[in-house]
């Protein structure tokens, strides 16, 4: 079946440095993809987005990349800060419906 | 952006009660609104998507006569958790389909955390 995942369930990176958070999507008909934020007790937040036909995105501090060959999805966060502590999930959606599928979720830890 | 709000944002209730969760769009018309369960720890689940207007549309293994969904407005649909139980306790989110020029975009409401006694 249709599936997205995530490769690390969490990350810790040191304040400042950059982070990576990597999604891999089995579903090669899908044409859009989101990252979002979620904290603690909240619902998600948009990150930024994708369409399958480009395959980078820049956004203020963060990074979509798709790389459609192997079906995987990254995002990228420049100079993490605490405030990006949280849990990040990937989605996907194909084109014939307004329906989103849920990576697994990773959660980033920033140390100060 | 797009705002959607969640009404209430935390709820307590007995065994067999059941409790109406509200979600709004408070500036714009939605036809489509989704409905997602999340456990602790755990991804998105999408439960339904709402239709203005029509049956809501079920995930499989989703019990329709158990979570009713009701869109009658552009603004505004309900989720109702009948005859609740325990394992019913979780935090529901919704959300609302905007859109725009041509795109569909997805906006978030701040969930509701459902505890069940």
């Known amino acids: 079946g249709e599936s997205v995942g995530l490769h690390l369930p969490t990350l810790s990176v040191q304040e400042g440095d950059n982070s990576i958070i990597n999604c891999a999507y089995s579903?090669?008909?899908?044409?859009?993809f989101i990252w979002y934020k979620q904290e603690s007790g909240k619902g998600p937040q948009f990150i930024i987005d994708?369409?399958?036909?480009?395959d980078k995105r820049q956004g203020q501090r963060v990074t979509v990349l798709l790389n459609k060959t192997v079906k995987h999805l990254s995002l990228q966060i420049a100079a993490t800060q605490p405030g990006d502590s949280a849990v990040y999930f990937c989605?996907?959606?194909?084109?014939?419906?307004?329906?989103?599928?849920f990576g697994s979720g990773t959660r980033l830890l920033v140390r100060p | 952006g797009a705002v959607v709000s969640q009404h209430p944002s935390r709820v307590i209730c007995k065994s067999g009660t059941s409790v109406k969760i509200e979600c709004r769009s408070l500036d714009f018309q939605a036809t489509t609104m989704f409905w997602y369960r999340q456990f602790p720890k755990k991804s998105l689940m999408l439960m339904a998507t709402?239709?203005?207007?029509?049956?809501?549309?079920?995930e499989q293994g989703v019990e329709k006569d158990k979570f009713l969904i009701n869109h009658a407005s552009l603004t505004l649909s309900t989720l109702t958790v009948t005859s609740a139980h325990p394992e019913d306790s979780s935090f529901y989110i919704c959300s609302a389909n905007f859109r725009h020029l041509g795109y569909n975009e997805q906006f978030f409401g701040p969930g509701t955390r459902l505890t069940v006694l």
């Open positions: 994708i369409r399958s036909n480009m």
């Open positions: 989605a996907e959606r194909g084109d014939s419906s307004y329906k989103l599928i």
């Open positions: 709402s239709n203005e207007g029509s049956k809501a549309t079920y």
């Open positions: 579903n090669s008909a899908s044409d859009y």
